[in-house]
């Protein structure tokens, strides 16, 4: 419908924006990740992190969200910069007395033919007591994919 294609329209600026091109490949991924966002409505929102991986240090992150209007923010270790987010994530939720679902499985794609700064598709799987679910990110970098992803999974437990 019209309203779909505004959105998938208004992403593709926005993707353009932030890299050099947004090529035919991509469109598959930009408009499975526009239309998986209109199947919740969105409480919680990733409003800001600091992604830190250093040679020779345990990846870290400091990550603010924001939970029905309410503001959280914590930093934790992991062993990679996704795991680390979501260290620091659990801690903002632990406080809360909320239980996340476990990641049971990662999927990244990119279109082929692609190239370093290909939109990367991020696919997680996730298991909470009473289902299992998948979300999905789109960003030109990995990490961000999947913290998107992560942010899609927030709004639906």
């Known amino acids: 419908n019209d309203e779909e294609i505004k959105k998938v329209t208004e992403r593709i600026i926005e993707l353009g924006d932030k890299k050099e091109r947004v090529t035919k490949e991509d469109l598959p991924f930009i408009i499975s990740d526009v239309l998986d966002s209109e199947s919740y409505q969105q409480k919680v929102f990733v409003r800001s992190y600091v992604l830190t991986h250093s040679k020779g240090l345990k990846p870290s992150t400091t990550v603010s969200v924001e939970i029905d209007g309410e503001s959280y923010e914590q930093n934790a270790q992991g062993d990679g910069q996704f795991d680390a987010f979501m260290n620091a994530l659990r801690k903002v939720y632990e406080s809360k007395k ?26 997680i799987t996730w298991q909470s007591p009473n289902k299992e679910f998948t979300t999905r990110g789109l960003d030109s970098d990995q990490t961000v994919s999947a913290i998107k992803a ?8």
């Open 98 to 123: 909320i239980s996340l679902p476990n990641l049971i499985d990662y999927a990244v794609r990119i279109p082929p033919g692609s190239h370093s700064d290909a939109l990367c598709e991020t696919i």
């Open 150 to 157: 992560t942010e899609k999974m927030l709004n639906i437990i």
